[in-house]
């Protein structure tokens, strides 16, 4: 991913997440290591139209719960757990659509996948936030990886 794919995603990401979940995002600087010792879900979407790629959000659960309890406007304990890998599923739709519209405008046509779920362990969260088609972010507090590999 160049530099120029990277701040479009960077700006993407925030972007959702600030305005549909209500979270503050940042980028740590590098010198902390993400704690990854929580149970951890991994979406991917795939996208294909003049260009073809694959998007994921790797993400503890109770991120998916809290990003749950912001968009429905109910409290964390109140169920939002049950709803936290829908959550995942949408934000990653979300993310996904308006990420080909940044990187490409809204002239193409694309057509995005059905989201996939799997849950992951801590060891491939370290393989993955060491590849460098994946972007760390902080998000309320709680790390999260975004990744994007395109092919032409």
């Known amino acids: 991913m160049n530099n120029t794919t990277k701040d479009i995603v960077r700006k993407v990401v925030k972007d959702v997440l ?52 912001n968009v429905l406007g109910i409290d964390p304990e109140e169920n939002a757990g049950e709803m936290a890998c829908d959550a995942l599923r949408e934000l990653i739709n979300i993310i996904c659509g308006e990420l080909v519209v940044a990187l490409y405008g809204n002239k193409p046509i694309f057509n995005l996948s059905i989201p996939t779920l799997d849950r992951i362990d801590s060891d491939r969260c370290r393989t993955l936030s060491a590849d460098p088609n994946h972007l760390q972010f902080s998000a309320d507090g709680t790390p999260i990886l975004v990744g994007l590999s395109i092919t032409e």
């Open 18 to 69: 600030e305005r549909f979940a209500f979270m503050f995002v940042d980028e740590p600087d590098g010198s902390e290591k993400a704690d990854w010792s929580d149970d951890i879900l991994h979406a991917v979407i795939s996208f294909n139209g003049e260009f073809r790629g694959r998007l994921s959000i790797t993400a503890p659960v109770s991120f998916c719960t809290e990003v749950t309890a």
